[in-house]
């Protein structure tokens, strides 16, 4: 209960001054003020520099004047994908920079100082070092101080530390911004202030722009580096050879046909970018974050959803993420029978001014009428105990260590009873009774005291915490809890939540003794599971230490003591009632702080990887043929078997539109590290074998049929060989696949049969010759498809029935 001499503006000020308004004033020109300036580490003009002036923007848009130039429109079809994605990149980073500046640990908008011999409320920015600082029950620290007359604090410092239980605070003990004071008050002097302050000194570590780790990102962009890489020979080389297979440069700048070489180069080009690989990868996990936010999942960073599907170490913080925070009453366990105790146990719990160990206990006396008081030791910090003398008797309650050291009747053997519960993570109270209370100027105990009730208290647990700890070990996720609790309170949280999944009481390691060598302690996290007494350095380092050996770590937690290893983690977590700061750096927020969210995120994000390896093989086998023709005519010296409205139309019936729906489509196939691996196997050989036969059909029939008929075949053999690529990709067929891959087909033969659309395309009709040689080089291409996604398991056992 709280003191009751302690009021909401601290103790007594008669004798308290505090700093004159000219000492402040020289304060805050000294810089001695608590007002912290920071930024992200992007402006908005980096932002757009960044997402705008690409490396493949710039070949698009290079590629795009020159289709606009000396071409016509409807070359310049593939400029719309270089603008979405753009869009979705400046979008995407400027919506993190929006959190990370709204990055802030202290709630509270402002503060009661004395300045002047009077209290005064100011904003918690002009606080001054050496200011007078008042603080009482639910006041959040906002900077650093020292605590001078203190009336019964506690503070809850589990968010800075992870320590759950309130700290009592004495004079001369340092009060730490961003601690929370849940009883009693106190008069401190402020110390530090602005980024040397304690919270901040974390949040400065914390607050920088970064991208999360994803394994999609990583591989398309290791394929974009190469292909950027090949991008500038291959297109000068294709340029020099359209010149050369149009009589040279004398003869192209005298009959015009050099534009025409201009745009079959330009063809090449684009042909070898992979351009809405990218787009449909912002936009598979932008769709992915809509779903988990309807869920109550934030997702801060899109590549996010992805990761946790390849998680395989869970780090949990224990406070906020497997409790929720609060005590919770465990048990009375009766020592004595003694009339009248459950009633003066409701009395104290029926104090208004009770503290949260208090109401605790009121949860086990519902029903129970509190006894009449005639007279109260309220609760003191300094005597760690609280009393009520009621017709029954005096009734005392505190820690078994203060009340029963006189050595009372019957004590010795409550005082090991209460030791060992108390070494099952809880925490543990007695009442006793005696017969008269002495008062004097400060209270002392009874010497007659006699135990009664053991009053055993727990942290909550959350009631989805034992279910998805279970769901992810299923999944063979390793779980692991560090926490800055006591190893012995954290082994208890675990032990009741079954972590190893096998029924065994589970042992806290001190992180005290831990090593400070990365490769020593990712040897100790190898076989331990639980730590305790854990500082936030320590929890970061831990993080390394997992990533060391290999793995992929999640984090979660709640508190500014987590922030630091939530921001190295390869993905944070943040439940949503955490600090303020450790949501803004977390790639995920659990906004109801329901544990249970996150299977959710993990099937999604297994939607997202499965999908993204089907289309990705569609991108990259158009990426390996295009480069093929380029080389092809180059070192042949022929026109190049297409222009770029014949990509456009092939490119969007057999990669854009069946990618977008394949990508969205339901899929649970677990997570399969080797990502990119696996795409290059079946779209490099599927690529060479379309650029094969599609080459050699444009340069049989170019002898013999006009050039734009030969195109026409060329862009019909890839349009066969495409849509059997999908056929592959597609397997295990639903009705749905079935029914896009006929529309397509369905398109591409409109697209030869519609004058209108025959027309925008630039294609021929084929006549029989042309029509035979397509037919023969469709089949050996399907064929040979065929045959390379079955060497490879693609057809049936790549993916799980969507």
């Given at each position: 209960m709280a003191d009751s001499e302690t009021t909401r503006s601290g103790p007594p000020l008669a004798d308290v001054v505090g700093l004159t308004a000219d000492e402040v004033a020289a304060r805050v020109a000294d810089g001695r003020v608590n007002d912290v300036t920071s930024t992200s580490s992007r402006s908005v003009g980096a932002i757009l520099r960044g997402n705008v002036f690409t490396l493949f923007n710039g070949i698009l848009g290079a590629a795009l004047v020159v289709v606009l130039v000396v071409g016509q429109w409807q070359d310049a079809l593939f400029g719309g994908v270089l603008v979405f994605n753009a869009a979705i990149g400046v979008i995407g980073e400027y919506r993190a920079k929006l959190v990370l500046d709204r990055l802030s640990i202290l709630n509270a908008p402002d503060a009661r100082v004395v300045r002047d011999g009077t209290e005064t409320s100011i904003d918690v920015r002009e606080i001054v070092v050496d200011d007078l600082l008042l603080i009482g029950a639910g006041d959040q620290v906002p900077v650093d101080a020292t605590v001078l007359r203190p009336s019964g604090l506690e503070v809850d410092e589990s968010l800075l530390t992870g320590e759950s239980a309130a700290v009592v605070k004495s004079a001369g003990d340092d009060v730490l911004s961003g601690s929370i004071v849940v009883a009693g008050s106190a008069t401190t002097r402020v110390h530090h202030v602005g980024a040397d302050s304690y919270a901040n000194r974390l949040t400065?570590?914390?607050?920088?722009?970064?991208?999360?780790?994803?394994?999609?990102?990583?591989?398309?962009?290791?394929?974009?580096?190469?292909?950027?890489?090949?991008?500038?020979?291959?297109?000068?080389?294709?340029?020099?050879?359209?010149?050369?297979?149009?009589?040279?440069?004398?003869?192209?700048l005298a009959d015009g046909s050099w534009r025409s070489a201009a745009v079959s180069g330009v063809a090449g080009v684009v042909g070898m970018v992979p351009e809405g690989l990218v787009l449909l990868t912002s936009i598979n996990f932008a769709l992915a974050a809509v779903v988990l936010a309807r869920r109550q999942v934030l997702v801060q960073e899109l590549p996010a959803v992805e990761v946790l599907a390849r998680v395989d170490v869970l780090c949990l913080d224990k406070t906020g993420t497997l409790t929720d925070g609060t005590m919770a009453l465990d048990r009375f366990e009766d020592v004595a029978v003694v009339p009248g105790a459950r009633e003066a146990l409701a009395a104290m719990a029926a104090d208004p001014e009770a503290n949260v160990t208090a109401a605790a206990i009121s949860t086990g006396?519902?029903?129970?009428?509190?006894?009449?008081?005639?007279?109260?030791?309220?609760?003191?910090?300094?005597?760690?105990?609280?009393?009520?003398?009621?017709?029954?008797?005096?009734?005392?309650?505190?820690?078994?260590?203060?009340?029963?050291?006189?050595?009372?009747?019957?004590?010795?053997?409550?005082?090991?009873?209460?030791?060992?519960?108390?070494?099952?993570?809880?925490?543990?109270?007695?009442?006793?009774?005696?017969?008269?209370?002495?008062?004097?100027?400060?209270?002392?105990?009874?010497?007659?005291?006699?135990?009664?009730?053991?009053?055993?208290?727990?942290?909550?647990?959350?009631?989805?915490?034992?279910?998805?700890?279970?769901?992810?070990?299923?999944?063979?996720?390793e779980l692991t809890v560090i926490s800055g609790d006591d190893p012995a309170t954290v082994a208890a949280i675990a032990t009741a939540l079954d972590l190893r999944g096998t029924g065994a009481e589970v042992v806290g390691v001190d992180a005290t003794t831990l090593p400070t060598d990365i490769a020593e302690l990712s040897a100790v996290m190898a076989t331990e599971h639980v730590f305790g007494r854990v500082t936030p350095e320590q929890k970061r380092a831990m993080v390394h230490a997992l990533q060391h050996a290999g793995r992929t770590v999640a984090m979660t937690g709640d508190g500014v003591n987590d922030a630091l290893a939530l921001k190295d983690a390869d993905l944070g977590i943040a439940m949503g009632s955490g600090a303020a700061a450790t949501k803004a750096v977390a790639r995920l927020v659990l906004l109801d702080g329901r544990f249970s969210s996150l299977p959710g995120v993990v099937g999604e994000g297994r939607r997202v990887i499965a999908n993204m390896e089907r289309v990705a093989n569609l991108f990259l086998s158009k990426t390996t043929y295009a480069a093929l023709l380029v080389v092809a005519s180059v070192l042949l010296v022929v026109p190049y078997p297409f222009q770029p409205r014949h990509l456009t139309l092939v490119s969007a019936l057999t990669i854009g539109i069946p990618a977008f729906f394949l990508a969205l489509a339901p899929n649970a196939q677990r997570y399969l590290p080797g990502f990119l691996p696996r795409v290059l196997r079946l779209a490099v050989p599927s690529g060479v074998l379309m650029g094969g036969v599609v080459f050699t059909v444009h340069l049989v029939l170019r002898s013999r049929v006009a050039e734009q008929e030969a195109r026409s075949a060329a862009t019909a053999v890839l349009l066969c060989c495409g849509l059997w690529l999908i056929g592959v990709l597609a397997r295990p067929w639903r009705w749905w696949k079935v029914s896009l891959v006929a529309v397509m087909a369905a398109a591409g033969v409109g697209a030869f049969l519609l004058p209108v659309a025959r027309g925008f395309f630039a294609l021929h009709v084929l006549t029989a010759g042309s029509g035979v040689a397509v037919l023969v080089a469709g089949a050996v291409g399907c064929a040979g498809i065929e045959l390379v996604g079955r060497w490879h398991g693609r057809g049936r056992s790549m993916l799980r029935p969507a």
């Open positions: 400065s570590s914390v607050r920088r722009f970064s991208l999360v780790r994803s394994e999609l990102r990583t591989g398309i962009n290791r394929v974009l580096v190469v292909v950027a890489w090949m991008i500038g020979p291959l297109s000068a080389l294709l340029m020099w050879s359209q010149i050369r297979a149009h009589g040279g440069w004398q003869a192209a006396l519902v029903g129970v009428v509190p006894a009449p008081v005639d007279g109260a030791v309220a609760f003191s910090s300094a005597r760690k105990w609280s009393a009520v003398r009621t017709a029954t008797g005096t009734w005392v309650l505190g820690a078994p260590s203060i009340v029963l050291a006189a050595g009372s009747a019957g004590s010795a053997s409550v005082l090991e009873r209460a030791g060992a519960i108390a070494q099952d993570g809880a925490r543990v109270l007695v009442l006793c009774r005696a017969e008269s209370l002495p008062m004097a100027d400060e209270p002392a105990l009874p010497a007659d005291l006699v135990p009664v009730v053991l009053v055993v208290l727990r942290e909550h647990l959350r009631p989805d915490a034992a279910t998805t700890l279970a769901y992810f070990r299923d999944q063979g996720v």
